[in-house]
């Protein structure tokens, strides 16, 4: 089973995109097996992360804004990929830092989720982006 989620950004952030995913598990008429979750692009990053308090997730944006700025900062003057921008090139380390894909085991015909946790798009630009999510079901 395949299928691909899409996920509208509005500049750097995470973006929960859990109800989604659960949604189509379960309509997929798998009791058990395993859940596979790629994004399809070099300057973002998926996370299962806390979905409770949404100060998680905006002090994981500021911390990573800081471990990697923008290319206008001289910390970063020796970066050379800079033409698309100065946050693109941070948003390349950014995605090599953290995971591009997920697994999740599924029982019942659910994502095994923690109570607190949501599946998320991390987008690592500036500018709004239509990112697109491949999802593999297997048993």
């Not at 058990?32 to 979750?37: E, H, I, K, R, V």
């Not at 033409?83 to 830092?97: F, L, V």
Request: hydrophobic share 35%; aromatic share 10%; proline share 7%.
């Amino acid at each position: 089973m395949q299928t691909s989620f899409s996920v509208h950004t509005n500049g750097q952030g995470l973006y929960e995109f859990t109800r989604q995913v659960t949604a189509w598990v379960s309509g997929q008429g798998i009791d058990t097996g395993l859940l596979t979750l790629f994004v399809r692009h070099t300057s973002c990053s998926l996370l299962i992360q806390e979905n409770a308090d949404p100060e998680v997730q905006t002090d994981l944006r500021n911390f990573f804004h800081r471990l990697v700025p923008p290319t206008t900062d001289p910390a970063m003057s020796y970066l050379t990929h800079t033409y698309e921008g100065p946050d693109d090139m941070p948003a390349h380390i950014k995605a090599a830092m953290m995971p591009v894909s997920l697994s999740i085991p599924v029982t019942g015909g659910r994502p095994v989720l923690g109570t607190w946790q949501g599946i998320y798009l991390f987008e690592h630009r500036n500018a709004p982006h239509l990112r697109q999510v491949a999802a593999y079901l297997g048993r």
